[in-house]
């Protein structure tokens, strides 16, 4: 049995110089350029971006179309979420997702245009679409749905990546030391 196991192994085709491992498929420099893989992730954020928006303002199951006239629970108004009178911890965790997600796009959008024309341009209209975003989701969300899910959720991703950035830093300081101040005076000497 063992030699039936060794003989199938080395049936098996092996890479050879001329035909690269997966690894080297994957890992192509030539294939795919930065301003190619920028402009793609670009491409996908934004697409990202856009549906998480229109999700966040058409929820699952729609809006109410007209007020309930009965008064038996649950009540739900024109205009609120269908999904969040049905059940509640749905509507939660779908929002919380759905706005994580857009903010994380929007993040993604931000580093990728960092330093190109009008790129403070666009992070005003991002910041002004996701404070949109936060107050549309709030207008379809029901009278006592609490707000600060979503607000929550769209800081989550800056948040997550401030801690990665102070992290790297810290690993950099540790690893190489701290930086020197110039001069006896400080930074205002060296002015």
């Known amino acids: 049995m063992a030699d039936d196991r060794n003989d199938v192994e080395m049936d098996a085709p092996q890479p050879t110089r001329d035909q690269p491992s997966i690894y080297d498929?994957?890992?192509d420099r030539e294939r795919v350029t930065t301003s190619e893989a920028r402009n793609g992730m670009l491409v996908v954020a934004a697409l990202i971006?856009?549906?998480t928006f229109a999700a966040g303002i058409n929820p699952p199951g729609g809006v109410w179309q007209e007020d309930d006239q009965k008064n038996t629970p649950p009540k739900h108004f024109s205009g609120k979420s269908v999904l969040a009178?049905?059940?509640e911890v749905y509507y939660q965790v779908f929002y919380f997702l759905n706005a994580a997600a857009f903010s994380s796009a929007n993040l993604v959008i931000g580093y990728l245009v960092h330093k190109f024309p009008y790129y403070v341009e666009i992070w005003g209209a991002m910041f002004c679409m996701s404070g949109t975003y936060g107050i549309s989701t709030s207008a379809v969300s029901p009278h006592d749905f609490n707000d600060k899910i979503i607000w929550?959720?769209?800081a989550v991703?800056?948040?997550l990546?401030?801690?990665?950035?102070?992290?790297?830093?810290?690993h950099w300081l540790v690893a190489h030391g701290p930086v020197p101040l110039p001069g006896p005076g400080g930074?205002?000497?060296?002015?």
């Open 25 to 27: 498929r994957l890992n």
């Open 49 to 51: 971006s856009a549906a």
């Open 85 to 87: 009178t049905n059940s």
């Open 152 to 154: 929550f959720a769209i």
């Open 157 to 159: 991703p800056y948040i």
């Open 161 to 170: 990546r401030g801690t990665v950035e102070v992290w790297k830093k810290l």
């Open 187 to 191: 930074f205002a000497a060296s002015c």
